[in-house]
């Protein structure tokens, strides 16, 4: 009971962040220097055609009001039509959001494959050889920014070597995988370097807490020390990293999306900011801030199942 | 005007003899011919085409009454196979060709062209009804069409060589669902299919911001050198990659067999690939900066760029050949003429247009009295490499006139924005013409009602009356010499830092024949083929 009174808590918590990411993106939007009507109509419009589009896309109504058909319309489910792509904008980010959604769980889940057992060697060969190459290779790519890695790894493993496609993101769900493979490694590279190093010290830590020693002292197997009592423990604090390193990710899908061709919510963010389509990128920021809570949620949740304080707290 | 009636099976022959030069024997059929793009269309319909990536495709899913001719200067007939111009330039009189059918295998017929014209100059509805605002009807009788006009145009036949002119069918478009021409026109572009237009390829395929796929349209009525129809491919797909380097590594990868857009420091390179053509298509874009020429800045503050003298040192000192080399890696030329591209028609060749004088500009500088560390704000595009190249390069070029060039880096909108307002010194932009006539170019950047002569400010009466003139003026003789003073006036007043032309930088695999993007951009495809 406890459980779902701690969901249910946590679900109505939601309902103010969403209001208040409503008012900044709103407001944010409407503070950016450009006419929207000007990145409609385009350059060679007359200044009748721009005060038309102004009028007919409600832009000269004040400002209140406009936010008030924003807040009515999105209770209702209408975010509205998007400027740019001529059709409403639930349809095109549902459209596109099933691809970066791919994307994001096939990166965060070669993070955890590489980050995981990496961790675990360094920890546990703390200081030796193993440790340090592998802590090394991390740091660098932790320091380069995430398109220079895609296009090294496009101008190599798919132009030169031609393992993998360029661009393109397949029909089947295996043909899926092979072709966003690199844009999830490249996303992948930065997310697991920082989950490696968290985790590599909460083993460190776990690994010299009195408790795994008292374990070790009674004998028990090193296999039962490791995954009863080291990884479980390390894992708290590395879910958290996780979880809040999704926020990091989807921004990452942005400048991925675009350098591998990937169709997605990402690139098209890109595309409704430099066209300063307004209902597109309220309705964009409110899906990521939706995407980011619900994962949030998720991760306070398994986090409460991990530890059993945060349940009597 | 003297009535003209034009041969025009024979200039389309010779035209299109030009473009491609390759034997009858030597085409091969069929294929598909996968595209790389850097950006996506939005809706291919030709009265609400008003983005580059829209406007053109136009052409390669309908058909225009006239067409421009492969180099862009002349016109020649389409789905007209004829066209006459009455003595008083009020008339214009066309015969249909026979055997023109839309992609369905239905003919193309005078009520079509009565309603897509009238569609065309509708000002509800598109944002070019503008440019047929002289005609007064469309009437059509079988094969035979009149257009009458309120006043003599002597633009109107390149207009109707224009995209927004294309036709469409009447019949497709009464049945499609939509309560208004709009969403008639979007459920049309979402569905696709043959049956709308009458060009060599019809939609087949739309995934926003994705991909597009145009089919061969079986009725097309053009011949190919074997006797044969055209389009030879069986279809066209478009990739959208908006990353150039993207792009770039598609078409080595040969995962497409064109990629268009590329970037100026990339052609060395791809020119020495044996499997690749780089092609530099001469285009009607130039890239200039207006300069704001009010007495006053929007803050108050005196402008010394509203100073002639200072305008014409600028130019002096800015070494054209310098930017080409630094920002093009040499593949441009100067602006020839000040308000257009030298492949647009009338185009005075007026190089060199404020070649480099170092000394001359310093004279200037003196003689209006700019005073030592004056600052000059140059407003670029963020993120573009091109431009900061060029502030850069001005910034020292400019040093030696005791001009202090500082950066103001914008996006696209804003940008716009401050060039309506006035909001700005100097700033970069491009043009490409999207008609086949000078006067839509030196409308926007020369005529002040028009758009504030391209947001500068400059307001001359002279080269006013004389656009206005030239408007009507059917003597094509007097309507170039009127084109003469314009370009000599615009010149001398320097509005604009004159930069340099820029050709359409596209490459394509080794194994593809007769892709064509022509001076206004348009991508044509019907006489592309594959070797195998």
């Given amino acids: ?313 | 005007m003297k009535a003209a009636a034009l041969a025009v099976g024979f200039a389309l022959s010779t035209a299109l003899g030009s473009l491609t030069i390759q034997t009858a024997d030597a085409v091969e059929r069929g294929g598909t011919l996968n595209f790389a793009r850097y950006d996506g269309s939005k809706l291919v319909d030709p009265i609400y085409a008003d983005r580059n990536p829209d406007i053109w495709m136009v052409g390669s899913l309908f058909s225009t009454l006239l067409e421009p001719s492969a180099d862009g200067k002349d016109l020649v007939g389409s789905l007209a196979e004829s066209y006459e111009v009455s003595a008083d330039g009020k008339t214009v009189s066309l015969k249909l060709r026979n055997g023109a059918n839309f992609s369905d295998g239905s003919p193309v017929t005078g009520e079509d062209v009565v309603f897509s014209l009238g569609r065309a100059r509708n000002p509800d509805l598109g944002p070019w009804a503008g440019l047929l605002s002289a005609v007064s009807s469309v009437d059509a009788s079988g094969a035979d069409i009149t257009i009458s006009l309120s006043s003599p145009d002597p633009a109107l036949l390149s207009m109707l060589a224009t995209f927004n002119t294309a036709i469409v069918s009447k019949k497709a478009f009464d049945a499609a669902p939509g309560a208004n021409d709009q969403e008639k026109s979007a459920a049309l572009f979402a569905k696709g299919g043959p049956g709308l237009g009458s060009g060599p390829f019809y939609l087949s395929g739309f995934e926003q911001g994705t991909s597009m796929t145009f089919s061969a349209n079986p009725h097309y009525w053009k011949e190919g050198e074997d006797g044969k129809p055209l389009p030879y491919l069986e279809g066209v797909h478009f990739q959208i990659i908006p990353d150039d380097a993207t792009r770039v590594l598609k078409l080595t990868a040969g995962e497409v067999d064109v990629a268009e857009f590329i970037p100026f420091s990339r052609v060395a390179e791809l020119d020495a690939d044996p499997a690749i053509d780089m092609n530099l298509y001469p285009s009607t874009r130039i890239i200039y900066s207006p300069i704001n020429t009010r007495d006053t800045r929007t803050d108050g503050s005196a402008n010394p760029l509203a100073d002639k003298r200072v305008r014409q040192a600028i130019n002096y000192a800015t070494n054209k050949e310098a930017l080409i080399g630094l920002v093009l890696q040499g593949a441009g030329k100067p602006m020839s003429s000040p308000v257009m591209s030298s492949a647009t028609r009338l185009a005075t060749d007026m190089s060199p247009l404020y070649g480099y004088n170092l000394d001359k500009a310093k004279a200037l500088v003196a003689e209006a009295g700019l005073k030592p560390g004056t600052e000059i704000t140059l407003t670029t595009l963020a993120g573009s490499a091109d431009d900061g190249t060029i502030f850069a390069a001005l910034q020292q070029m400019w040093a030696p006139l005791g001009i202090t060039l500082v950066a103001e880096q914008v996006d696209g909108a804003t940008r716009g924005s401050k060039n309506r307002s006035g909001e700005f010194d100097i700033h970069t932009y491009g043009w490409v013409d999207d008609v086949n006539d000078p006067s839509q170019v030196t409308g926007w950047l020369g005529y002040y009602p028009t758009r504030k002569a391209v947001g500068t400010g400059w307001n001359n009466a002279e080269f006013n009356a004389l656009y206005e003139a030239s408007s009507s003026e059917m003597d094509p003789e007097k309507r170039a010499d009127q084109y003469h003073q314009m370009q000599e006036i615009y010149a001398e007043a320097a509005p604009l830092l004159f930069m340099y032309e820029t050709p359409f930088a596209v490459a394509v695999s080794g194994k593809v024949d007769g892709y064509l993007q022509t001076p206004l951009g348009n991508n044509v495809f019907e006489r592309v083929f594959l070797e195998r």
């Fill in chain 1, 1 to 313: 009971m406890a459980g779902v009174q701690y969901t249910l808590n946590r679900l109505v918590l939601m309902i103010p962040t969403f209001l208040l990411v409503m008012i900044i993106i709103f407001l944010l939007v409407r503070m950016l220097p450009g006419d929207p009507a000007v990145a409609i109509a385009g350059d060679k419009a007359s200044d009748a055609d721009i005060a038309a589009i102004r009028d007919k896309l409600g832009l000269n109504a004040p400002l209140w009001t406009q936010f008030w058909l924003f807040l009515t319309n999105t209770l209702q489910g209408d975010l509205g039509r998007s400027i740019l792509m001529r059709a409403p904008v639930l349809d095109v980010i549902i459209a596109r959001l099933p691809t970066t959604i791919f994307l994001a769980v096939y990166a965060i889940s070669l993070s955890i494959l590489i980050a995981g057992p990496l961790a675990f060697i360094a920890a546990i060969n703390r200081g030796r050889w193993q440790d340090n190459v592998i802590r090394a290779v991390f740091q660098v790519g932790l320091s380069m920014p995430v398109f220079y890695i895609g296009l090294l790894l496009l101008t190599f493993l798919a132009a030169q070597l031609r393992l993998f496609p360029v661009g393109g993101f397949g029909e089947t769900f295996l043909d899926r995988l092979y072709h966003l493979f690199l844009p999830s490694v490249t996303v992948a590279l930065y997310t697991s370097a920082i989950l490696m190093r968290n985790l590599r010290a909460a083993i460190i830590e776990v690994l010299d807490a009195e408790y795994v020693q008292f374990a070790r002292a009674k004998g028990l197997p090193p296999r039962l020390i490791l995954g009863r009592h080291v990884l479980k423990n390390a894992l708290i604090s590395t879910i958290t990293l996780l979880g809040l390193s999704i926020g990091q990710l989807m921004s990452g899908t942005l400048v991925t999306e675009t350098v591998f061709a990937v169709p997605g919510v990402g690139r098209l963010m890109l595309e409704a900011i430099f066209a300063r389509d307004y209902p597109l990128i309220q309705g964009l920021t409110l899906t990521f801030a939706v995407l980011v809570s619900l994962v949030f949620l998720m991760t306070d949740l398994f986090q409460n199942w991990l530890d059993p304080r945060m349940r009597l707290s």
